[in-house]
């Protein structure tokens, strides 16, 4: 009798039947360490769980990503709720994950979106609640601990760049039970005595060592202050509550010392070159000032009335002469004229008849006699001459033509 043969897929699909009837596999939570991680551009997220040497393969498809609330790295410990199955074309059964958790800190991750999302909800870490930095502050409060060297870090860095800031420090408890009290009390102290900037921070640590400030009461206290607050919590991979709610978040305790205070050197070299330039618009605009200046002065001196009066003598003057040059011109007009009618004159004139010889003869009562026939005999009549008057009686009288007295 023949043995009965199978197909690789057969095989497989009798496989993957296997571990889909077996209770255990369909529901189970896996710990291990993060390996070979890959975020898939379909959003699937393939990884490996290792544990002291042993390997599970692992996928969470894009539709369970609502499952998982941090970023996967390679190294973490973490546990994984899920099934396990057989994935047929290649014959490997592989976890696939519903959620994933960090271990051991999983549990306060978890607590930190939680209230994350509950602050922002709130509005605590809203953009238009946030207050500017000062840009020139003279006072800086600092809550952290008195040791360690994120406190070293700031005034180091304070000191170098602007000596005459003076800081205050608020030696607070920034780790362990009755840290966040601790931070508390020292933003409201330093708020109370009146700085105008104060920085909250200290150095890098696990999410247990940074956890205060992972506390509502911390990030109520942030937001509650009047004086504009700096966060400077761990590193620049680390990320807290009091970040989020701050008014500026710093990177590192060192960055924020350098966000706070302003560089001395910096502002005397802006103030050197302000100057320049304040002197340089002032010298231009003076000039300026000066060449307006002079040209009103030359209109002014052109409608100053003396000039103006001496214009108008010198055009009276000329009106004048021209007038004087015209009635000159005219009284040798008419002067001629006139020589011309008194020549005319003279020669119609009864003077001159009389002075060549001739006599201008009148009746006794004046009017001149205009004929011979107008003078009766024994009248009188007067014969006028150029140097007196000759009285005279007519005795006889003679008719031009006639030869006889043709009288009466």
Same mark, same amino acid.
């Given at each position: /009798?023949?043995?009965?043969?199978? !197909?690789?897929?057969?095989?497989?699909?009798?496989?993957?039947? /296997?571990?889909?009837? #077996?209770?255990?596999?369909?529901?189970?939570?896996?710990?291990?360490?993060? *390996?070979?991680?890959?975020?898939? *551009?379909?959003?699937?997220? +393939?990884?490996? =769980?290792?544990?002291?040497?042993?390997?599970?393969?692992?996928?969470?498809?894009?539709?369970?990503?609502?499952?998982?609330?941090?970023?996967?790295?390679?190294?973490?410990?973490?546990?994984?709720?899920?099934?396990?199955?057989?994935?047929?074309?290649?014959?490997?059964?592989?976890?696939?994950?519903?959620?994933?958790?960090?271990?051991?800190?999983?549990?306060?991750?978890?607590?930190?979106?939680?209230?994350?999302?509950?602050?922002?909800?709130?509005?605590?870490?809203?953009?238009?609640?946030?207050?500017?930095?000062?840009? +020139?502050?003279?006072?800086?409060?600092?809550?952290?601990?008195?040791?360690?060297?994120?406190?070293?870090?700031?005034?180091?860095?304070?000191?170098?760049?602007?000596?005459?800031?003076?800081?205050?420090?608020?030696?607070?408890?920034?780790?362990?039970?009755?840290?966040?009290?601790?931070?508390?009390?020292?933003?409201?102290?330093?708020?109370?005595?009146?700085?105008?900037?104060?920085?909250?921070?200290?150095?890098?640590? *696990?999410?247990?060592?940074?956890?205060?400030?992972?506390?509502?009461?911390?990030?109520?206290?942030?937001?509650?202050?009047?004086?504009?607050?700096?966060?400077?919590?761990?590193?620049?991979? #680390?990320?807290?509550?009091?970040?989020?709610?701050?008014?500026?978040?710093?990177?590192?305790?060192?960055?924020?010392?350098?966000?706070?205070? +302003?560089?001395?050197?910096?502002?005397?070299?802006?103030?050197?070159?302000?100057?320049?330039?304040?002197?340089?618009?002032?010298?231009?605009?003076?000039? !300026?000032?000066?060449?307006?200046?002079?040209?009103?002065?030359?209109? =002014?001196?052109?409608?100053?009335?003396?000039? @103006?009066?001496?214009?108008?003598?010198?055009?009276?003057?000329?009106?004048?002469?021209? =007038?004087?040059?015209? /009635?000159?011109?005219?009284?040798?007009?008419?002067?001629?004229?006139?020589?011309?009618?008194?020549?005319?004159?003279?020669?119609? !004139?009864?003077?001159?008849?009389?002075?060549?010889?001739?006599?201008?003869?009148?009746?006794?009562?004046? *009017?001149? @006699?205009?004929?011979? !026939?107008?003078?009766?005999?024994?009248?009188?009549?007067?014969?006028?001459?150029?140097?007196?008057?000759l009285r005279a009686k007519v005795t006889d009288r003679i008719l031009a033509g006639k030869d006889n007295d043709q009288s009466g």
């Open positions: /009798m023949g043995r009965s043969v199978y !197909s690789v897929k057969q095989i497989n699909a009798y496989i993957k039947n /296997m571990f889909t009837q #077996d209770y255990l596999l369909g529901s189970v939570s896996v710990r291990g360490e993060v *390996s070979n991680c890959k975020y898939h *551009s379909s959003g699937h997220i +393939y990884f490996t =769980l290792k544990e002291q040497g042993a390997l599970l393969q692992a996928v969470m498809f894009a539709g369970n990503r609502t499952g998982l609330s941090f970023v996967m790295r390679e190294g973490q410990q973490v546990v994984v709720n899920g099934y396990v199955n057989v994935y047929e074309r290649d014959g490997k059964y592989q976890l696939y994950a519903r959620e994933i958790s960090l271990d051991g800190v999983g549990g306060l991750y978890e607590q930190f979106e939680a209230l994350k999302r509950e602050l922002s909800d709130r509005g605590l870490f809203a953009k238009e609640y946030k207050q500017p930095i000062p840009r +020139y502050i003279r006072t800086l409060g600092i809550v952290t601990a008195d040791t360690g060297a994120a406190v070293r870090d700031i005034i180091s860095i304070s000191r170098r760049r602007n000596p005459y800031v003076a800081l205050y420090l608020y030696p607070a408890k920034v780790q362990g039970e009755g840290a966040a009290e601790s931070i508390v009390a020292g933003i409201e102290a330093l708020e109370r005595f009146g700085v105008d900037c104060i920085i909250v921070g200290r150095g890098g640590g *696990s999410i247990e060592d940074l956890w205060a400030f992972n506390e509502e009461k911390v990030a109520q206290a942030i937001f509650d202050c009047l004086v504009p607050v700096i966060s400077a919590v761990g590193h620049e991979t #680390d990320f807290t509550i009091a970040d989020f709610v701050a008014d500026l978040r710093a990177p590192t305790p060192s960055a924020a010392a350098e966000l706070a205070v +302003y560089e001395y050197e910096v502002l005397q070299s802006e103030f050197q070159e302000g100057k320049r330039r304040l002197e340089t618009a002032m010298e231009q605009r003076l000039f !300026s000032y000066r060449q307006e200046l002079e040209r009103r002065n030359l209109c =002014l001196q052109r409608f100053r009335p003396e000039h @103006l009066t001496a214009e108008k003598r010198q055009l009276l003057d000329n009106i004048q002469d021209r =007038l004087s040059a015209a /009635m000159e011109k005219k009284v040798r007009e008419r002067a001629h004229r006139l020589e011309i009618l008194a020549e005319r004159l003279r020669g119609c !004139s009864p003077l001159d008849k009389i002075t060549g010889g001739y006599a201008f003869v009148t009746k006794a009562d004046g *009017s001149r @006699l205009k004929s011979v !026939s107008e003078a009766e005999p024994g009248s009188i009549l007067d014969l006028r001459l150029s140097d007196g008057v």
